[in-house]
C-alpha cells in the first residue's frame, strides 16, 4: 500500500468488547422481538419475521467478486475472482404490515450461494453468505443495550394504531427533512417514520455494524451503479391510495430492466474514529473510502412471484451470522443480532409449518424446489 494511505487495523478478538450483562439484554431482545411475532401471529394466523416484515420484492441475481483486487481487499469470499448465485430480499424496518405511507428505514438482505471455507458456528453446513444491510451507515442505536430500549418502543405499538402512525410519519419526514437541510441526519426520527418517501431501488444500503474482513475489519455497502438505478436515487414517490406502493415500484423495475449494484468495503483503519462497539458512529469516508470489491447484478424478472414469495420470504432467514468465519458479525449489536434472528427464524418455521432451508444449488432450483410439496412439510 502507498505510504500516504492508511494502514488497515489488524483484526483481533480482544478488540471486541462484551458488557458484563450482555447475555441478560441478549435474552430481553430475544423476549421483546418474541412478543412482536406473538402480536402480529395473534392478529393475522400467520408468522413473520419481528423486524423487518414487510418484503418488498425478492429477486435473484449473481455477485461477481471483481479480478485483481489488493490483498488488503481480497479477503474472506472476495480472496479471488468468480461468479457467486445469489438472493436478495427487499424490506422495511417494522414487524408489522403497515401502509408504505407510514415510511421507516429499508433493507436489503443478500444471500450468496455457494461460498466455500471455515463457517461461523450454527452454520457449518451451509455455503452460503448473508449481508443484512440497512439504507443508512450508522445503525440507530449504539450497543445492544440501547438497541433493547428502542425495540420495546416499537413492540409497544405493533399492530396498532396505523392512522396515527401515518400521521405521525408525516411530521417524522418534514423534521428530518429540515434536518437534512442543514447537514443532520437522525437515525431515531427515520425509524420513526421519518424516512423520505423515495424510491427504494436508488438507495444505498449498508451493514451500519463492523464485520471482519478476514485479517482485518469492515464495514459493508451495495451502492447502486447501474444507470436506470442511480436515476432512481432520491426520486420521490407518490404513496397516496398505494398501501404497497414500494413493492409496485420494484416489480414495475424489473418488469422491464436489469439493476446493478457495487459492493463496496470500508476497511477500519482508525479505532478510535472507527469504533467496533459503537454502532451509531458512522465511519469518516475521508479516512478510509469504500472501495468496490464485486458487483451484484439483478435481471429483469418478476419480483414478486409465487415462487420467489414461497421460496425466498417464507423460506428462508437472512441473518450477518449465516457466513464464513472470515466475516465474523462484531460489536455488541452484532453479537445480539446471533440469538435474536435464530430465535425468530426459529418460531416462523414452527408456526407457518415451513421449514426454513439455506439453499445449496442455484437460485433456479431453489425457486423449482419450493413448489414440491415436501415443502411444506
Not at 457467486?84 to 428505514?105: E, I, K, N, Q
Not at 400521521?167 to 429540515?178: D, G, P, Q
Request: net charge negative; aromatic share 6%.
Amino acid at each position: 500500500m502507498s505510504a500516504s494511505v492508511p494502514i488497515p487495523i489488524r483484526f483481533d478478538p480482544s478488540l471486541e468488547h462484551s458488557a458484563t450483562n450482555e447475555a441478560e439484554i441478549q435474552a430481553a431482545l430475544v423476549a421483546t422481538m418474541r412478543s412482536i411475532s406473538e402480536t402480529t401471529f395473534a392478529h393475522s394466523g400467520h408468522a413473520t419475521r419481528s423486524v423487518h416484515a414487510k418484503a418488498h420484492g425478492v429477486l435473484r441475481g449473481s455477485v461477481t467478486v471483481l479480478p485483481d483486487l489488493p490483498p488488503h481487499l481480497a479477503q474472506g469470499m472476495f480472496a479471488k475472482p468468480g461468479t457467486y448465485d445469489a438472493v436478495l430480499r427487499f424490506s422495511t424496518l417494522p414487524g408489522d404490515m403497515l401502509d408504505d405511507h407510514v415510511s421507516t428505514p429499508r433493507g436489503l438482505a443478500v444471500k450468496v450461494i455457494g461460498v466455500e471455507g471455515e463457517r461461523l458456528p450454527g452454520s457449518e453446513t451451509d455455503t452460503t453468505q448473508d449481508f443484512v444491510l440497512i439504507n443508512g451507515p450508522a445503525f440507530g442505536a449504539a450497543t445492544a443495550e440501547a438497541f433493547l430500549g428502542n425495540l420495546k418502543l416499537l413492540a409497544r405499538t405493533t399492530d396498532r394504531a396505523e392512522g396515527l402512525k401515518k400521521v405521525l410519519s408525516a411530521v417524522a419526514r418534514t423534521t428530518e427533512a429540515l434536518l437534512e437541510a442543514f447537514g443532520h441526519r437522525s437515525p431515531t426520527i427515520l425509524t420513526l417514520g421519518g424516512q423520505p418517501l423515495t424510491h427504494i431501488l436508488g438507495d444505498t444500503f449498508y451493514s451500519q455494524a463492523p464485520i471482519r474482513y478476514g485479517d482485518y475489519i469492515a464495514k459493508i455497502a451495495a451502492v447502486p451503479v447501474s444507470e436506470r438505478l442511480t436515476m432512481l436515487t432520491g426520486l420521490h414517490l407518490d404513496m397516496a391510495g398505494r398501501p404497497n406502493g414500494l413493492r409496485q415500484a420494484v416489480e414495475e423495475f424489473f418488469d422491464l430492466n436489469d439493476g446493478e449494484w457495487e459492493i463496496r468495503a470500508q476497511l477500519c483503519t482508525d479505532l478510535n474514529t472507527m469504533p467496533i462497539e459503537d454502532a451509531s458512529v458512522a465511519w469518516p469516508e475521508d479516512q478510509s473510502p469504500y472501495v468496490a470489491v464485486a458487483r451484484l447484478f439483478v435481471p429483469q424478472q418478476n419480483a414478486w412471484s409465487a415462487e420467489g414469495i414461497k421460496a425466498i420470504d417464507e423460506g428462508m432467514a437472512f441473518s450477518p451470522w449465516h457466513g464464513l468465519a472470515a466475516h465474523r458479525p462484531l460489536g455488541s449489536v452484532m453479537r445480539a443480532r446471533r440469538p435474536a434472528y435464530e430465535n425468530s427464524a426459529r418460531f416462523r418455521a414452527e408456526r407457518n409449518g415451513c421449514p426454513i432451508h439455506e439453499p445449496l444449488a442455484s437460485p433456479d432450483a431453489v425457486l423449482i424446489n419450493a413448489s414440491d410439496s415436501s415443502w411444506d412439510r
